[in-house]
């Protein structure tokens, strides 16, 4: 199992996690990730990050600038 570590809060990283990746017709890639961690308190935490990105090239990816 997965652990993190941080100067005040520890544990696990919990199975079942997922990702999405989804395109546009613009070449813009927006990646979706989702986590459960467990604390060394036993708390759960759900942890959700969205980021979009775009394709320069077709092969390289840099953050998409809104």
């Given at each position: 199992?997965?652990?993190?570590?941080?100067?005040?809060?520890?544990?696990?990283?919990?199975?079942?996690?997922?990702?999405?990746?989804?395109?546009?017709?613009?070449?813009?890639?927006?990646l979706?990730?989702?986590?459960?961690?467990r604390?060394?308190?036993?708390?759960?935490?759900?942890?959700?990050?969205?980021?979009s990105l775009?394709?320069?090239?077709?092969?390289?990816?840099?953050?998409?600038?809104?």
């Open positions: 199992m997965a652990r993190f570590h941080g100067p005040r809060l520890h544990g696990d990283l919990l199975p079942g996690g997922r990702d999405w990746a989804l395109f546009g017709p613009d070449g813009t890639m927006s979706e990730i989702r986590l459960t961690l604390t060394h308190h036993g708390a759960l935490l759900q942890g959700r990050w969205v980021r775009r394709s320069f090239d077709g092969a390289s990816w840099a953050p998409a600038l809104d």
